[in-house]
């Protein structure tokens, strides 16, 4: 992890969201333009929060059968695993459940979600499911692939691993930038060009704009904006 990025660097990556972000990061890592961030939907059930940035704290989980390692050994992984997640602040925890059915059983309700923000984490990113919405800790963001009543069997199979969420894999200590449209990868060496690119990238966006809402836009106005390119 690059310990150089400071409060105020996360912070002002905070203010951008996370369309925003893979904008810039077609600028400043280009080899990223295809590859780095969800690509399916999620619940997001407090889209108000906004964009939410940390490291990532992995794990990966199943609950549709009952672990068979003996309930001592399955709370020594447990506090363990709650170790790696407070291990560095602020912390995105993502989590895949590997189950057949993912979110047979939600890890993720008012205990957990308060453990963890007490533990440092400002959110989870999972393919699994997600409860206790109205419950779950105040301030903590949720991107889940679906909602469920019921925990059943859920336990943490393993912890600090890579993990793939959504078709965004992600290993411990990545940057991570996330709000209600996905979340990506933020490769650390670039993580400060990103507010600097997102910037000139509006700027550019915002003259397209301001002339497509005037009374005599038209397609030949749009070509001398654009040079004669198609654009996209």
């Avoid at 333009?33 to 108000?48: I, K, L, M, S």
């Avoid at 057949?100 to 533990?119: F, R, S």
Wanted: hydrophobic fraction near 40%; charge should be negative.
């Amino acid at each position: 992890m690059d310990s150089t990025l400071t409060p105020a660097d996360l912070d002002a990556l905070r203010q951008l969201d996370t369309p925003t972000v893979c904008n810039a990061l077609e600028v400043v890592a280009p080899q990223r333009r295809g590859a780095g961030y969800t690509v399916r939907p999620f619940v997001c059930p407090r889209p108000e929060l906004g964009p939410f940035v940390g490291y990532a704290r992995t794990a990966s989980m199943r609950s549709m059968q009952p672990s068979t390692r003996g309930a001592d050994v399955d709370t020594r992984i447990r506090l363990d695993y709650y170790e790696h997640i407070a291990g560095v602040r602020p912390a995105v925890v993502v989590i895949e459940d590997l189950d057949p059915i993912p979110g047979y059983g939600a890890w993720w309700g008012e205990v957990n979600t308060n453990l963890h923000k007490g533990l440092g984490a400002v959110g989870v990113i999972t393919n699994g499911s997600i409860r206790d919405i109205d419950e779950a800790a105040e301030g903590f963001a949720m991107l889940a692939g679906t909602v469920n009543p019921s925990h059943a069997w859920v336990h943490i199979e393993e912890f600090g691993n890579t993990v793939t969420v959504h078709g965004m894999t992600v290993s411990p200590g990545d940057l991570i930038h996330a709000d209600r449209h996905g979340a990506v990868v933020i490769p650390l060496d670039v993580a400060r060009d990103i507010p600097q690119a997102a910037a000139a990238i509006a700027a550019k966006e915002r003259v397209l704009i301001e002339a497509s809402q005037q009374p005599t836009f038209d397609i030949h106005r749009l070509r001398q904006l654009m040079g004669g390119s198609a654009g996209h």
